[in-house]
């Protein structure tokens, strides 16, 4: 019932806010214009398209907003106006009532928000779909004041993200079964991957322990900074961090007035992409405009700033060198290479013809090489395969999902800054050097230090293990020669018996000859 009245509660928002005449009317077909307009009868659909998405989104709660957030890094797959409103929802989504944060916080830790900080700003500076952030000052256990952002989550989310998450595995269910592709997209272990990483964002402690660890990952880089996590202040509910001060990376505009490098911030978030992804196996999923800003402080000028780490993506070593390989490969244009990587991994059908494979890839990629990213859209690179995939029976990866809307993003992000970058002669190189560290010297001595405190427990255990080694041959080889001549005196006096019958046998034989043939004589 209640994923029934979900269901309903969608419909409803579709047909109040005329996203059906939306849909219909980009359609050229004159009876499908006539459609909409009859069901756009009698509804006050005069706000613009553009803003009724967006609310409608805002109304939907936070699984729709976050798809609203993916969908607005894609200018190129949207018309302007559409991509400027959903921009609307990274930082901008309407905030609940500053008392209801209050009354989380001091819930939290309990007791007055006063005696928590030394001051606290009731005024939201920016809301997301699933939380809201104040600034606040703390003073530290040494008695200086220091500057923070307090992150409060939005009450009453996991209601609505359960419902919405129960009606996606209904819907999951009748793709899978109704579907001809059904079991090749695997839309259950989609969900299933969705619905974990929303729910993980829904405990502010594991956000913070995620930006704990990439902040440690990031250590030397001197590319990104990442807020430090205050842990006498961290609750599910509440986390309290490190005050960060940058400009939004969507205002290219005033981070060029101010002199930062743009084709250089561009090819640095390539750069930190790729190092989380295949260096860490460990990346920020949900890299939208809302959550990045560019410092402009003299000792850090032109890095970025990560904020909000809810979502979190993980690759195992299989993974990560399976898409370095599948990467490094796709850009050396050694599309056999790929196709050979796909049957391997049983991502195809072992019988598939690799000469195929890689004729089909080579069509969808071959075009888009050599041109910037002005010039190049994803979203159709991603249809063709999709295509291809769905000719060949390729199975989707779940575990993937996450690295394919990062990607997503990184390219939404890149076109912003820099239209004219080269996405793939700016990773080429680092996968390039990613594989030989993974099969170089460095990477043994890296694996022999790992296993360091392992071997210096084993060896002075050796001179005893060694000897027993040796021992235990001997010991069986003697047991088993005591057993070898056991038969072997059984056999032999089997065969003693075997004779003395034998011979009875022709003595008796000789005797009956004579007894038979001694009368002739």
């Not at 200086?144 to 939005?154: D, M, P, T, Y």
């Not at 899978?176 to 090749?184: C, I, P, Q, V, W």
Request: hydrophobic share 45%.
């Amino acid at each position: 019932m209640s994923r029934i009245g979900r269901g309903a509660f969608i419909v409803f928002i579709v047909l109040r806010y005329g996203l059906d005449e939306l849909v219909l009317s980009s359609f050229r077909k004159p009876w499908i214009r006539l459609l909409a307009r009859i069901l756009s009868l009698g509804r006050d659909l005069r706000s613009p398209r553009a803003e009724r998405l967006r609310e409608a989104l805002e109304r939907l709660g936070p699984i729709f907003v976050k798809f609203g957030q993916v969908l607005s890094t894609r200018r190129d797959l949207l018309p302007l106006d559409i991509a400027e409103e959903l921009a609307k929802l990274q930082d901008r989504v309407p905030p609940f009532s500053s008392d209801i944060a209050v009354a989380t916080i001091e819930r939290a830790f309990h007791k007055p928000v006063d005696e928590v900080f030394e001051s606290f700003e009731r005024q939201p500076v920016a809301s997301a779909s699933i939380a809201q952030v104040h600034f606040a000052t703390l003073r530290s256990k040494s008695g200086e004041l220091r500057e923070v952002a307090v992150k409060v989550l939005r009450p009453g989310m996991l209601p609505v993200i359960q419902k919405d998450l129960s009606l996606m595995r209904m819907m999951a269910g009748w793709v899978e079964n109704l579907s001809a592709d059904g079991k090749r997209l695997k839309p259950r272990e989609v969900v299933a991957e969705f619905d974990k990483y929303l729910n993980d964002e829904l405990d502010l402690v594991r956000e913070a322990a995620n930006a704990a660890q990439l902040r440690r990952n990031m250590q030397g880089l001197d590319l990104v900074l990442i807020p430090e996590m205050i842990w006498d202040f961290c609750q599910p509910e509440v986390i309290v961090m490190e005050r960060m001060n940058g400009v939004p990376i969507s205002h290219v505009e005033r981070l060029r007035a101010a002199g930062v490098d743009i084709p250089k911030l561009a090819r640095d978030g390539v750069t930190l992409f790729f190092t989380q992804v295949f260096r860490d196996g460990f990346f920020h999923a949900d890299m939208h405009p809302g959550n990045i800003q560019v410092s402009l402080a003299p000792e850090t000028f032109g890095r970025y700033i990560s904020l909000d780490f809810g979502i979190v993506g993980t690759l195992t070593e299989y993974d990560k060198e399976y898409l370095a390989q599948n990467f490094t490969a796709f850009f050396r244009r050694d599309y056999k290479r790929v196709a050979e990587l796909h049957i391997e991994s049983g991502w195809v059908p072992a019988d598939t013809r690799v000469d195929e494979l890689e004729s089909a890839i080579r069509a969808v990629c071959e075009p888009y090489f050599d041109r910037p990213l002005k010039e190049i859209s994803l979203g159709m690179v991603l249809m063709r395969l999709f295509q291809t995939s769905r000719r060949f029976q390729v199975e989707i990866q779940p575990q993937l999902v996450l690295l394919q809307k990062t990607l997503l993003n990184i390219e939404g992000l890149g076109r912003q800054l820099d239209p004219e970058l080269d996405l793939w002669s700016t990773a080429k190189p680092f996968l390039e050097k990613w594989m030989l560290d993974q099969i170089g010297p460095k990477k043994l001595l890296e694996q022999l230090k790992d296993q360091a405190p392992h071997y210096a427990k084993l060896l002075p255990q050796l001179p005893r293990l060694l000897h027993e080694y040796l021992q235990r041959p001997r010991q069986q080889d003697a047991r088993q020669l005591d057993k070898l001549l056991a038969e072997q005196r059984r056999t032999n006096a089997l065969l003693q018996i075997l004779l003395y019958l034998g011979m009875g046998f022709i003595m008796s034989l000789l005797a009956f000859q004579v007894w038979v043939y001694l009368p002739t004589l």
